[in-house]
């Protein structure tokens, strides 16, 4: 017995956890743009296939939620909805808006359920009711009297109908009709009334329920297992047969219905448990009792019937399977049926053969030196057998290739192969395919050359499949589809979530499809429409996807087994997943298309909704966040409907998804109008529905044209009166720089004097220094020559052995050797008490670099001023060193002064820099210059190792220099003169300490 799914239809119940605003849904209908609206207690619901949307008093101005009936004008596509109070709301342009004054009038006394009055739950009749019909037609119920009327209160005829019996009252093609649980109906026309019986089947019993849409006109009975959807031939009604095996009873409480004949989808309203979506299954999953639901290899076994690796044999007009009595034990993953009717089956390193004409129960086997990787049926009933050269579960070794002919009664050793085999196809006589886990090989069987297939290199071959001789397509294990043709290579694009890029097998159908299996699912595409890729009439490629909706009892398809996949002599086609063989016939497949179109459904920003007019949408200049929301009615798998957008006119090449298939958002836009693109491919044949939106972002008043205008206007002006203020500052500056020449003048004028005071208490030092030195030189000479005296007579006398003259010749030498090395250390002390005069002795703390040269400039700025020469201070701020600070300002000092006095009419420029770890400090002057053989004196000093070339006239030039010279040496640093007479000196000094900028 078959273990296979009990009913062909699938049920997915949507509640006020899926977004219905209540559990009770009272009437279903489309309008002309493909969307679903719901009547609920808590508002009017529209369902786009994924999505639902709320019309209520939270967006309305209505007072009551509780949905009564729905009325349609036949002029238009509008539809009128009523709550108990007789409010309404328009359906329109897929809203809902409030109606001011409904044009039709309430009666209170219509039916709770619409158009459908059940006297099986109200005892009696009431005194009047209504069945809407179409546009403003509608027939009431009044006692024994049936009405018929047009316009909201012109009776048009009357009929008297004295029936009382229970039943249910319709209408059909502007027809009346009563209906009785026996079947028993009556038509009630202007011409009177017309008696039949309806047949209902003897397994149902009798009618339970009806169902009257009047928005669609449709009328659906229903047993206590089975729906009918009521039907007009010719004056007789009749009978067709929704579905079967539902429960219409107290579980599920349906009282409203809705069938889409379009897409073959019932809708059903239940009072308690919300809506309930039936969708018919186009493939099934079957198991076979005493068998894995674990499937792999299939074959054929006739027109009908499918022979699985467990031994399982189910029959596709029955979908029934049962499980011969076969003794075979197999690996699962290879099955033949060759067309003399043998199985070939392995197991490891055994190959087996059962013979149909002991029903399969007599079998030959073959064992190998290896384990069996493959088996392949090949042409002229010749089977290919690959196996392992080693004992190598990773399959590195290679492989060698057997094969079997009817002729031969043992495998024959063609040759060994570097590679491992994974799946074998032989498509003509000469030529046979093999993929491996590092590409593809195609093998020349008259001239056994083998070549490799260029472009699936490190690709894991999964299948193959060849429906003509010159056209391979291939499935990889990660890298997706390929196809080979006429030595062409064509890798095709995966869908969106990259499901197809871990391919397991290919089928092709008789109507020209391509059926391909993944862990995640199935894939329809159209052959010719992937082949047109492959040679450029194609950009792009339409892939339709089913999953468990669609009838599987599992997503994951099973691939590494060959066949992967069949098809059979009737057209079916089976496919070995997790759970089941899925079988499927299909030409009854009719996929959904996601072929409607694209509405904009809401623009929100975050300051309020926004209205769209002609695709055209105007924003703010500083919208800052705008969300687009799409729609479009669609009712199969959402995975198929896959939009995408871009803006056309910023240059972008590649579109970008929307991820949730309906909102777009974006950040602010520059101003202007910008083209928004939205795109979905809408059908196998791979072609594009677009929308296009405007959008207009207006710019600010400051980057219009008119703005630009009153600029260029203006210009002239403000250029004017800009040069007038300009020449009344500029004369202002004159005025305050003559105030400063004066003082400048002034300054200087006491600055000579002061000068002329500092040189003579100079020249009253240098003569005090003179006298010094003299006194020096005169005081150490003296003690040294009586030393040298001295020691002479005693070097003398020694040999007469007068110890008192020696004694006491001993004691003036050491007493004179003490004076000169007081008098010396004196000199000491003295020298080092001129040269740290001020500081202290204290340890060397950073300073401000470019500050000490302000300082130094600042001494010389008015002297140089009155020779028209300007110092610039280049040293950066915060420049930080070091050095010591009253040495180096010594050594600055100097070259400034010495700078200023050679420079008329120019300028002396003062920067630092560190480099190579050294502080070089650098001042440049555009003075006289020095002269040739005053500079090469110079120049002989800074090499004390070196005699002096060059001898001044005047000793006292070199007397700056020397003092620099030995003020260098104490901080260890250097210096560089260079010069050119008329052009200028470059002095560059050195010290090697860290600096900080």
Same mark, same amino acid.
């Given at each position: 017995m078959s273990n296979f799914q009990d009913k062909d239809f699938g049920v997915k119940w949507y509640t006020d956890s899926d977004g219905l605003p209540q559990n009770s849904v009272k009437q279903i209908f489309k309008d002309s743009y493909g969307f679903t609206w719901l009547l609920t207690q808590n508002g009017l619901v529209r369902y786009d296939g994924r999505n639902f949307k709320v019309f209520n008093s939270k967006n309305t101005?209505?007072? !009551?939620?509780?949905?009564? %009936?729905?009325?349609?004008? /036949? @002029? $238009?596509?509008?539809?009128?909805?009523?709550?108990?109070?007789?409010?309404?709301?328009?359906?329109?342009?897929?809203?809902?808006?409030?109606?001011?004054?409904?044009?039709?009038?309430?009666?209170?006394?219509?039916? !709770?359920?619409?158009?459908? %009055?059940?006297?099986?739950? /109200? @005892? $009696?009749l009431p005194k009047k009711y209504i069945i809407p019909v179409a546009g403003n037609m509608y027939f009431s119920v009044e006692g024994d009297t049936v009405n018929f009327h047009t316009g909201y209160l012109t009776q048009k005829l009357s009929v008297y109908f004295p029936d009382h019996t229970p039943g249910y009252f319709f209408a059909l093609n502007n027809r009346l009709y009563h209906l009785t649980e026996t079947g028993h109906y009556t038509a009630i026309t202007a011409e009177g009334i017309n008696e039949n019986e309806l047949a209902i089947p003897d397994d149902d019993g009798y009618i339970t329920g009806c169902f009257y849409n009047p928005i669609t006109q449709q009328t659906f009975v229903h047993t206590r297992q089975n729906l009918y959807i009521l039907q007009i031939q010719d004056t007789s009604l009749s009978f067709k047969k929704l579905l079967t095996g539902f429960d219409f009873g107290a579980e599920n409480s349906?009282?409203?219905?809705?069938?889409?004949?379009?897409?073959?989808?019932?809708?059903?309203g239940s009072a308690t448990r919300g809506l309930g979506i039936i969708k018919k299954y186009p493939f099934r999953s079957v198991n076979t009792r005493d068998t894995e639901r674990v499937q792999y290899a299939l074959a054929n076994y006739g027109p009908n019937k499918i022979l699985t690796a467990s031994g399982a044999l189910i029959r596709?007009?029955?979908?029934?399977?049962?499980?011969?009595?076969?003794?075979?034990?197999?690996?699962?993953?290879?099955?033949?049926?060759?067309?003399?009717?043998?199985?070939?089956?392995?197991?490891?390193?055994?190959?087996?053969?059962?013979?149909?004409?002991?029903?399969?129960?007599?079998?030959?086997?073959?064992?190998?030196?290896?384990?069996?990787?493959?088996?392949?049926?090949?042409?002229?009933?010749?089977?290919?057998?690959?196996?392992?050269?080693e004992n190598d579960e990773k399959h590195n070794s290679g492989s060698y290739l057997y094969y079997m002919d009817p002729l031969f009664d043992a495998p024959q050793n063609l040759r060994k192969v570097s590679f491992g085999i994974q799946y074998i196809l032989q498509t003509t006589d000469n030529m046979l395919w093999l993929g491996s886990l590092n590409g593809l090989y195609k093998l020349d069987l008259i001239h056994e050359k083998l070549d490799q297939i260029r472009g699936l290199d490190d690709k894991q071959i999964t299948s193959l499949h060849a429906s003509i001789s010159g056209e391979i397509w291939i499935t990889t294990s990660t890298q997706g589809i390929f196809l080979y043709k006429d030595g062409t290579l064509t890798s095709f694009p995966p869908d969106t979530r990259g499901y197809m890029l871990s391919s397991h097998c290919i089928v092709e159908d008789d109507q020209g499809y391509l059926w391909i299996t993944t862990g995640k699912g199935l894939f329809q595409a159209s052959k010719k429409k992937m082949i047109d890729y492959a040679s450029g009439k194609m950009k792009q490629v339409y892939y339709h996807f089913y999953d468990k909706n669609s009838g599987f009892l599992s997503n994951e398809f099973m691939g590494g087994c060959q066949p992967c996949g069949i098809q059979l002599q009737d057209g079916h086609i089976a496919l070995p997943s997790l759970n089941g063989i899925v079988i499927f016939d299909p030409k009854k497949v009719k996929p959904e298309l996601p072929n409607g179109t694209i509405y904009v459904d809401e623009v929100r920003t975050a300051d309020n909704d926004l209205a769209i007019h002609q695709d055209t949408l105007t924003l703010k200049r500083n919208f800052g966040r705008v969300h687009i929301e799409l729609v479009s009615p669609y009712y199969d798998n959402p995975y198929n409907l896959n939009m995408e957008f871009k803006l056309e006119d910023e240059n972008v090449k590649n579109w970008e998804h929307i991820e949730d298939g309906q909102t777009i958002t974006f950040s602010q836009l520059p101003p202007g109008q910008h083209t928004l693109v939205i795109r979905k491919m809408n059908s196998f044949y791979s072609y594009y529905i677009h929308k296009r939106i405007v959008l207009v972002v207006p710019p600010y008043f400051w980057e219009t044209d008119w703005f630009l205008i009153l600029v260029c206007l203006a210009a002239p002006i403000i250029i004017f009166y800009s040069i007038k203020l300009r020449i009344k500052y500029v004369r202002y500056k004159n005025i305050l720089l003559k105030k400063k020449i004066i003082e400048s003048t002034r300054h200087l004028r006491n600055t000579i004097r002061t000068l002329r005071i500092t040189k003579d208490k100079l020249k009253q030092q240098t003569a005090i220094q003179e006298k010094l030195i003299a006194s020096i030189?005169?005081?150490i000479r003296s003690p040294l020559r009586f030393m040298v005296d001295t020691g002479e007579y005693l070097y003398a006398n020694y040999d007469t052995g007068n110890k008192k003259m020696i004694r006491e010749g001993i004691r003036s030498m050491y007493t004179a050797s003490v004076k000169i090395h007081e008098f010396i250390s004196e000199i000491l002390d003295y020298s080092k008490a001129r040269m740290y005069e001020g500081e202290g002795n204290t340890p060397a703390e950073d300073y401000d670099l470019q500050h000490l040269i302000g300082e130094k400039i600042s001494l010389f700025a008015e002297i140089a001023n009155s020779q028209r020469t300007r110092i610039y201070n280049y040293v950066p701020y915060h420049f930080t060193t070091s050095v010591n600070k009253h040495l180096l300002s010594i050594i600055i000092h100097n070259i400034l002064d010495n700078a200023v006095k050679n420079t008329q009419n120019g300028k002396i420029t003062i920067y630092a820099f560190v480099s190579e770890s050294r502080l070089r400090i650098v001042i440049e002057d555009t003075g006289r210059g020095i002269p040739q053989k005053e500079l090469q004196y110079y120049q002989s000093l800074l090499k004390p190792d070196a005699a002096p070339p060059v001898s001044l006239d005047t000793p006292s030039k070199s007397l700056g220099i020397k003092i620099i010279m030995d003020l260098?040496?104490?901080?260890?640093?250097?210096?560089?003169?260079?010069?050119?007479?008329?052009?200028?000196?470059?002095?560059?000094?050195?010290?090697?300490v860290e600096t900080n900028s």
């Open positions: 101005n209505i007072y !009551s939620n509780k949905m009564m %009936y729905a009325h349609r004008n /036949i @002029a $238009g596509d509008s539809i009128a909805v009523y709550n108990e109070f007789g409010e309404a709301l328009l359906i329109s342009r897929r809203k809902a808006f409030p109606l001011e004054n409904p044009s039709q009038k309430y009666i209170k006394t219509f039916a !709770s359920t619409p158009g459908i %009055y059940t006297p099986d739950s /109200i @005892a $009696g349906i009282i409203s219905a809705y069938y889409d004949q379009n897409l073959d989808i019932i809708y059903l596709t007009d029955q979908l029934s399977g049962q499980k011969p009595d076969i003794p075979w034990d197999n690996d699962k993953q290879n099955l033949i049926v060759d067309t003399r009717g043998y199985i070939w089956t392995k197991k490891h390193r055994t190959l087996f053969r059962f013979s149909k004409d002991s029903t399969n129960r007599d079998f030959q086997k073959w064992t190998f030196p290896y384990p069996i990787e493959q088996i392949s049926a090949g042409r002229n009933n010749r089977i290919w057998i690959a196996t392992d050269s030189s005169h005081d260098l040496i104490i901080l260890n640093g250097k210096i560089e003169i260079k010069s050119t007479l008329n052009r200028g000196t470059r002095i560059t000094l050195s010290f090697p």
